[in-house]
């Protein structure tokens, strides 16, 4: 059990994205790429969300649907109260070994931000120099790019642009997309400029530029975790894949040559130019596994198991939430002023409502006052024995505690600041010191030295 959210996040991503691995040889001959692509997000989405946080309400959820997953999900265990904190009117208290936790989760998120702007410095460096040296596309260029929209439906604003800087065709931006083209000084044909937007003008249509983001953000906030790394270059290839598909599909195996070609002939072209992560391109990885991949890929017959697809995507899902449930081990606020000894010599119980520190459950009675020397006076709420002629002076100070059935089997045992009268059974309450939950109740009733 882990109590560092960040952690239980890179762990449950690296659990669905680790069952994709697995899985790849059924999912390359069953699965579409759209489908692998989907797998690979719901990965992306596991390494992102904080589901450590929402431990509980997902305990609840389920359990309205199946309630038997209450007892399995959320059964009594033993848990670490070494990571507790109490917060009082006049003080928050931590213990030693949250403190800790809180240090080390904070030089994570440090790494994370340094990481973060780097990239964004890198970003903004390359969008600058390309910026400066724009220019407006041929007329032919710009013909085929209108066409190519049209015909692929997308009716967001997508300029064409040329830059030196650009050593082959990217497209940069989310709101604003960019289609960046190279101006070579040797013209391509009518044909080839047709594949490059078409690939170009997929990554827009399919988001990809924000599913890269994303993935950015994987390997800042998981840094330390090599699968995050993994997990990115698994996004770009697949997409890439995914847009060579689009442009191949239901073309012949001239057309699939021809394109496998054009492909190869960007990437002895293409030298990076400083694009970074932050672009899609069809050219944009010099990895040469990743273009025999894409070469491979696009000899392949295309094959959709829909419904195998969502099964997996389901499994992917349980996999992600039981991990984040049964692997996080969540730190415990406490009521009342901590003492780190004496809970870390503890033996505490944990259950779905409440905290419970095992101790002695016998009581004296239901309703009783415990004063400064460790006398117990049993407290009658009824009344009858209350003096109403009585003129209280209040100068007896300890804890009042009340314990009361909630009608389910448990019970609630609330303990007060509070002032008895030295001349009768009289109560004066206080602030409420500690409120615990007992589920079941197993306070059992015996004689104890009381003061009547």
Known sequence: MFSNPLIIMSLTGSAVFLLYL????????????????????????????????????????????????????????????????????????????????????????????????????????????????????????????????????????????????????????????VVVFPTWKSGMGAKEYRYIFQHEL??????????????????????????????????????????????????????????????????????GAGKGNFFAAMANSRNKRIYKRRILEMKRKETNHAVLAAVVAALLCVVGGMTSIFAYDAPHGVEGYMNDSEIEDGDHYFTPD?????????????????????????????????????????SIHGTYTDHNKDGTGGCVVRIYDAYKCSKCPEIKKGALKNEITYKPCSHYYKNADVTE
């Not at 589901?51 to 848990?79: C, D, H, M, T």
């Not at 724009?134 to 790019?145: C, D, T, V």
């Open 22 to 177: 697995l899985a790849y040889p059924l999912e390359k001959k069953y699965f579409s790429l759209k489908w692998r692509y989907r797998l690979l997000k719901i990965a992306a989405v596991f390494y992102l969300l904080p589901l450590p946080w929402f431990k509980y309400q997902i305990i609840e959820a389920v359990s309205f649907f199946f309630p038997k997953f209450r007892e399995w999900g959320n059964p009594v265990e033993i848990i670490n109260m070494k990571y507790s904190y109490s917060i009082n009117p006049d003080l928050i208290q931590f213990t030693s070994d949250f403190r800790r936790l809180l240090l080390v989760a904070l030089v994570m998120v440090c790494f994370s931000l340094a990481l973060l702007f780097r990239q964004a410095v890198r970003y903004r460096k390359w969008k600058t120099a390309a910026a400066s040296c724009l220019e407006k596309p041929a007329e032919r260029e710009s013909e085929i790019f209108t066409d190519i929209k049209k015909e692929m439906g997308i009716k967001k604003d997508v300029r064409l642009a040329c830059s030196e800087v650009c050593i082959s065709p990217a497209v940069s931006g989310i709101r604003r997309p």
């Open 202 to 271: 997929a990554h827009v249509k399919n988001h990809d530029l924000l599913i890269r983001y994303a993935g950015l953000l994987v390997m800042a906030l998981h840094w330390y975790n090599p699968l995050a790394y993994f997990l990115f270059h698994e996004i770009c290839a697949v997409s890439e894949m995914y847009c060579d598909s689009l442009v191949v599909r239901g073309k012949g195996d001239d057309v699939r040559r021809e394109y496998g070609g054009l492909i190869l002939t960007l990437a002895t072209q293409d030298t």
């Open 354 to 394: 409440c905290l419970i520190i095992e101790e002695d459950m016998s009581l004296p009675a239901d309703h009783f006052f415990t004063d400064e020397d460790n006398h117990i006076y049993i407290i009658d709420v009824s009344g009858t024995k209350q003096q109403a002629a009585c003129n209280h002076d209040y």
